[in-house]
């Protein structure tokens, strides 16, 4: 994965620079968790984006796209990072708080 | 509702408007906090209790042992607080039943911690995991200890003072944007567990995630619940004990009584009082009248189980 990532990194980096971006770098996108929600709930990033969740909940959370990615348990503070090498609509939720939903679209 | 539970002697008239309600809405909800007996119908019950003991059991749930932030840094002492208070009942209860959480992050030395304290009830304990069980890389932990004997992801059944108890999981597999889960195999077990028991055998089914729709936005509820409760719908006695919301709520709804128990960890907000489920952070002086334990009497002659939660202080 690691490779992928920098490889990934370099194609969307250039993107990047190309684009009226309003984010530093199109592979840094980040999703909190606060107050048991996603945060933005919905996200849309290029191709080789890295997405990094962060936990900001005094309670674990996972982060789950059925078939995709599934992150370990996130206790308070920890993180969990995937990029998106692949387009498509990714539906993810918490597998402990299954209502708690959010969606990345990769173009 | 039956005469007994509610105290025919002395029962004020607020009480009796208040069971009148039950009965005639079936899905009046009683929230309570801090208040030593969940409803005022518990008094007379206890009341009753003292009169003819009948079996007692107890209910301890969400225990999160490893939880260690704000809303109260000492999991591990709370429940030591609720043993002790268990251990200095006067009547020792038949056993325990733990409706899940047991810990908070599934850690090895969590559950040997929980179980260091549990045990110095010296009771036997019939556990459900939580979610807050399951967490470990390979599931096992939560099995290892207390999945002996259990069908699927631990659910169960036994018979105890002429009550039979089930044990039911609907912590996994749990579907995005849904609710608690028992699934199909859990469901057909449960239907064939019942097959051929006397309609007037007292039923009690215990789980972590309430079995009832508490509140959805907050994911307090079971997807499949309520095809649990049709199996069970024929019985003359139906009780239902749940953990997970960390407060006490109740309701009656025909032959079925919702409890569920305070945690022995740290409390949560009312449904929708808070942006979140999240531990709710209270006043240190307050915190032990929010945690606690509930005891459950049942005497052969009545339809209802009593129900008295018990919290830590206050």
Not at chain 2, 116 to 136: C, T
């Amino acid at each position: 994965m690691k490779t992928l990532n920098r490889r990934d990194f370099g194609v969307a980096l250039a993107a990047a620079m190309l684009l009226p971006a309003t984010t530093a770098h199109a592979d840094d996108m980040e999703v909190h968790i606060d107050n048991f929600v996603f945060q933005p709930a919905e996200l849309r990033i290029k191709v080789g984006t890295t997405v990094t969740w962060t936990n900001r909940d005094d309670i674990p959370h996972t982060v789950v796209s059925a078939g995709k990615f599934r992150s370990k348990t996130l206790d308070t503070d920890d993180k969990f990072s995937f990029t998106f090498t692949n387009a498509g609509d990714y539906k993810y939720f918490c597998s402990l708080h299954p209502h708690m939903t959010g969606m990345i679209k990769v173009e | 509702m039956s005469g007994h539970d509610h105290g025919e002697d002395g029962l004020s008239r607020r009480k009796v408007l208040e069971c009148m309600t039950w009965a005639g809405t079936g899905v009046l909800w009683t929230i309570t906090g801090g208040v030593p007996r969940s409803l005022g119908i518990i008094d007379s019950a206890q009341a009753a209790t003292a009169a003819a003991p009948g079996m007692t059991f107890l209910q301890i749930s969400d225990s999160h042992v490893g939880f260690d932030k704000l809303a109260n840094p000492n999991a591990l002492g709370t429940l030591e607080e609720a043993v002790n208070k268990i251990n200095a009942m006067p009547v020792k209860p038949s056993f325990m039943i733990h409706t899940g959480d047991i810990t908070h992050l599934s850690k090895a030395a969590e559950f040997d911690n929980a179980d260091r304290i549990i045990s110095q009830s010296k009771l036997d304990v019939h556990y459900v995991p939580g979610e807050h069980d399951f967490l470990d890389e390979d599931v096992k932990f939560y099995r290892e200890r207390y999945g002996r004997g259990t069908k699927g992801a631990g659910w169960y059944s036994f018979d105890a003072g002429g009550v039979h108890f089930i044990g039911l999981v609907n912590v996994v597999d749990l579907k995005a944007g849904g609710l608690g889960n028992l699934g199909a195999e859990q469901l057909a077990w449960l239907e064939d567990d019942l097959r051929g028991k006397s309609k007037s055998t007292p039923i009690v089914l215990f789980a972590h995630i309430p079995l009832w729709t508490v509140y959805p936005e907050w994911g307090w509820g079971t997807e499949d619940g309520a095809r649990a409760l049709d199996h069970v719908k024929g019985f003359g006695s139906v009780t239902v004990l749940n953990g997970h919301i960390h407060q006490v709520m109740q309701k009656v709804e025909g032959n079925v009584t919702f409890h569920t128990a305070r945690s022995t960890a740290f409390p949560q907000p009312a449904p929708g009082a808070a942006p979140s489920p999240g531990p709710m952070k209270v006043e240190d002086a307050k915190l032990r009248a929010m945690l606690g334990v509930a005891s459950i009497n049942f005497k052969q002659s009545e339809q209802r189980l009593a129900i008295i939660d018990t919290p830590l202080q206050g």
